[in-house]
């Protein structure tokens, strides 16, 4: 690499690094069978299905917004086919990989596309949801000139749930159509007038719809579970027969026939997929073959001759052989469940394997590595089994991993897990990880059940080595706990709780928890009768729970945040924030309500309280500078960022803007600040100035940065990692410049031959030739002086004490020379000069020197009390602080 020596201004760039969405559409398998074909926004990616791995991706030559489906023709070409909500249809050569040709579908301007279905390769039917009309837009378009050719007034709802597949009936296309009601569609491709309603059982809600590749036929699935093959004449309901399969529980979110039509797969919500046997194979009608205990919600399902993709809501695709056993999975992060996201994000960097630790699936953490961009390890931290959902229950509150804590060596992970359902008493945990290799990079070290009295721990922290750690809960309380021997095996460390620290005096309210009495004075929760018929079952309503879990993957606010303090009195005036631990572990900083703490870490006791009028009305984070902005302290709330001095107990400068995420760096000064309007902060506590600006990179309504971290940064570079949407990764790094590229082997510098090959351009021998009547003469005075000649000329057996030699070979480091002198003059100067007394700051100089050292004056003579008057003078007559000269010098 070609090193950049001089101080050229280094360039950053903002780009996305991870947490692409790929189940929003369904995939598809390449014609060769050995690749899988994903939508990922406005790109396809296509992953190998042994490997799993990303070998190429597809790009559009047009800006595209979005891909909303893929096809490649039945019996044709290798081209691959795909369209985007606006209507721009792309054409890939699949061998290249270039694209071929673009069309624009003449469809009303204020439409979005919502299915794309391939007739042949000359046409294609969509449909679409126009602003101005609550009724679907279902036509049928030319893929050569983009024209109109047929417009079908099918009076269906635009419910944002609508499912199209394409089928042979009686020798003609039709089109199958559902829309989330009870009513399915059937329409007849070529003949606009013909087409057909038919309704299913019960009037319960059509959630999936499949059609046979050869015979006349269509499959169902409504929400009781149900999954139905309705065979027959399709244009005509009275020549239909149906044919119900029922194993599911809860709704089926998807359904796929087989190649060949003899099989039928289905999934949904119970995180099973089920592989039906039809009754034209007499000998095995009806039997079925499960893949259990799949990680999420089954979202779509695609098949080959040879193997099945899975796309499930934790934003992965399982890739399955046609014997029902998981081969492989193409994981992206992301996929939280909904008490995840109510919860909130967290987003640590681990040195050792330079990856991100961030929340996963239900119970579990991620590591992604930012070197390969991949996921590692999905950590099991709750080790428990997921809830099951029931028809008046579909989405349980289940154990989730609610905050975590990396010390800055990443030896140690401690996670807090919690579950408050309102029914039984809260559980919630305190586990201690131990970093290890293996196939686990963690390993469970020490767990604490009701660690905070079964409240939330909201803030966890630990210092560098990873021996202390603080936990901050919901209680008003903080908890230190200590790495310790164990009594039982001396080998082995475990962690136990030294103290509780709490600000305010009365902690009765917090001494017990609500649910904890109403199961004592047996006030237990009953389910009413009512419950057992739910009306998402044949209706639509506003807040559909069915909408709510097909798009669960990225859904914000599908949780009340509020459940999680059921049966707790609240009282924010002293309500935990951020905790932080010093650089040298003697401090502990502690929010309650607006009142900043600081603890004495080795007695536990109350220091001092910091307070400002700009810092209510509640403190969020808090953090401790490191290395030489060690004695300052920033802290965060809601509209501003201050940063205090431990020396004089003063706010040395505060900026008033809206902050979201408060990081430090352990191996620098800096630190980074995110705001409410993606704005990015790099700055250091010792000025006001920041060292790296970067404003409104993404927009606000979309997301906003909640979490950020500092990654393997430099000296010289910065790299910052951002979350938002608890899945998206972004990252601020330096660019990568003409300077830092590889070299180039041009031609002139290849060897001449193959054995030249295998010779390096420069080579070092420690035999050196003879060279008669040469001698090597050493230049002494070019080191430095005769002080310093002398010094390195010696042996060192040889040199003569340090404290003889320490004030003459300081001076003369610095610069300063000794007149040479005759005898007479020094004797004369010896008479003339008097011994210092004791009340001279000189006085000790002997003592400290030595009886040998020459009678000069001192190069220095430390002055402490000096330094500290300075100091405090200092400090007494900087004027009072103002916000709106250290906000313009902050960039804001």
Not at 193 to 217: G, P
Not at 229 to 246: P, Q, Y
Not at 585 to 607: E, Q
């Amino acid at each position: 690499m070609v090193v950049n020596d001089d101080n050229s201004v280094i360039k950053y760039k903002f780009q996305r690094k991870a947490g692409r969405n790929i189940i929003e559409h369904r995939p598809v398998f390449t014609p060769d069978g050995e690749s899988l074909a994903v939508i990922v926004e406005n790109i396809i990616r296509v992953y190998n299905l042994e490997t799993g791995d990303c070998v190429r991706t597809l790009e559009t030559e047009s800006a595209v917004d979005d891909l909303i489906a893929i096809q490649f023709p039945e019996n044709e070409d290798y081209n691959l086919y795909g369209c985007s909500s606006k209507g721009y249809v792309t054409i890939w050569t699949w061998e290249k990989g270039a694209v071929l040709r673009e069309i624009k579908l003449n469809i009303p301007s204020d439409s979005k596309i919502l299915t794309f279905n391939l007739i042949d390769s000359t046409e294609c039917f969509i449909t679409a949801g126009c602003k101005s009309n609550k009724f679907l837009y279902i036509a049928r378009f030319s893929m050569k000139t983009g024209q109109l050719l047929s417009l079908y007034k099918i009076n269906a709802l635009y419910y944002n749930m609508v499912r199209v597949v394409i089928g042979w009936c009686e020798g003609e296309r039709f089109a199958a159509i559902t829309n989330g009601t009870k009513t399915l569609y059937i329409q007849n491709i070529n003949k606009p007038h013909v087409y057909q309603f038919i309704m299913n059982s019960n009037d319960l809600r059509i959630l999936a719809v499949a059609a046979h590749h050869k015979a006349s036929a269509v499959a169902i699935t409504d929400t009781l579970g149900r999954t139905t093959v309705i065979r027959g004449n399709l244009f005509d309901k009275t020549s239909i027969a149906r044919e119900v399969l029922h194993w599911h529980y809860l709704p089926p979110l998807d359904v796929c026939f087989s190649l060949q039509g003899s099989y039928l797969y289905s999934g949904g919500i119970e995180k099973v997929l089920v592989k039906w046997t039809l009754s034209n194979l007499a000998h095995e009608a009806n039997s079925k073959e499960f893949i259990p205990r799949l990680p999420g919600f089954v979202r779509y399902i695609t098949n080959s001759n040879t193997h099945i993709a899975i796309s499930l809501s934790n934003n992965s695709v399982v890739i399955a052989n046609a014997r029902m056993r998981v081969l492989t999975t193409i994981l992206e992060c992301g996929g939280l469940s909904p008490v995840a996201r109510t919860f909130g994000s967290m987003l640590l960097y681990h040195q050792p394997s330079r990856s991100l630790i961030m929340p996963g699936r239900v119970g579990h953490l991620q590591l992604y590595s930012t070197v390969t961009d991949k996921v590692l390890y999905n950590v099991d931290i709750t080790g428990l089994n997921p809830i099951p959902a029931e028809r008046w229950n579909i989405l349980p509150i289940e154990t989730e991993v609610s905050c975590a804590g990396l010390c800055g060596n990443g030896t140690w992970l401690v996670t807090s897990e919690y579950r408050n359902d309102g029914v039984i008493y809260p559980e919630e945990k305190l586990k201690f990880w131990q970093s290890q290799k293996g196939p686990v990079p963690f390993e469970l070290n020490t767990v604490v059940n009701l660690s905070h009295g079964g409240c939330n721990v909201v803030s966890i922290v630990l210092n560098f080595f990873g021996d202390l750690c603080v936990t901050a809960g919901s209680d008003q309380k903080f908890r230190v706990w200590k790495r310790e021997t164990s009594s039982d095996n001396p080998k082995k460390k475990i962690w136990t709780c030294l103290t509780t620290c709490y600000y305010s005096s009365g902690v009765s309210q917090f001494s017990s928890h609500g649910v904890y009495n109403d199961f004592k004075i047996g006030k237990l929760y009953k389910r009413s009768k009512e419950n057992d018929i739910q009306p998402y079952l044949t209706e639509v309503h506003k807040d559909d729970v069915i909408y709510k879990i097909i798009n669960i993957h990225k859904e914000q606010n599908i949780g009340d945040p509020e459940i999680f303090k059921y049966g707790m009195r609240v009282d924010e005036e002293n309500d935990m924030g951020g905790v932080a631990i010093s650089a040298d572990g003697s401090l502990i900083a502690a929010w309650f309500g607006c009142k900043l703490t600081l603890w004495d870490t080795h007695l536990c006791n109350l220091r001092t309280t910091l307070s400002h009028p700009a810092l209510r009305p509640k403190g969020i984070d808090v953090k401790f500078g490191s290395k030489d902005a060690a004695h300052y302290l920033v802290c965060t709330t809601a509209t501003s960022l201050a940063v205090w001095s431990l020396l004089s107990l003063t706010v040395k400068w505060m900026v008033q803007i809206q902050t979201s995420c408060l990081a430090a760096d352990r191996f620098s000064n800096r630190m980074a600040v995110t705001t409410n309007n993606n704005d990015v902060f790099v700055f250091s506590p010792q000025s006001p100035s920041p060292i790296l600006v970067r404003k409104n990179l993404l927009d606000p309504e979309t997301g906003v940065f909640k979490q950020c971290c500092f990654g393997n940064s430099t000296a010289n570079d910065i790299r910052v990692y951002l979350m938002r949407n608890n899945s998206e990764i972004y990252c601020v790094e330096p660019e990568q410049t003409k300077e830092g590229r590889l070299e180039v082997i041009s031609k002139r510098n290849m060897p001449k031959s193959k054995f030249g090959a295998l010779l390096a351009e420069k080579q070092l021998s420690e035999v050196r030739p003879a060279r008669p009547g040469e001698e090597f003469v050493y230049d002494l005075n070019a080191v430095g002086g005769a002080a310093v000649a002398q010094f390195a000329s010696a042996s060192p057996h040889m040199l003569p004490p340090v404290s003889i030699l320490c004030t003459t070979f300081l001076k003369q480091l610095t610069g300063q020379q000794q007149p040479e002198e005759n005898e007479d003059q020094k004797e004369d100067n010896i008479m003339e000069i008097d011994q210092p007394s004791s009340d001279d700051e000189g006085g000790d100089s002997e003592k400290l020197n030595g009886p040998y050292t020459p009678k000069v004056a001192e190069l220095w003579t430390p002055n402490y009390e000096a330094v500290k008057t300075k100091k405090l003078n200092k400090v007494m007559k900087e004027p009072f602080l103002d916000l709106h000269a250290t906000s313009s010098l902050f960039g804001v």
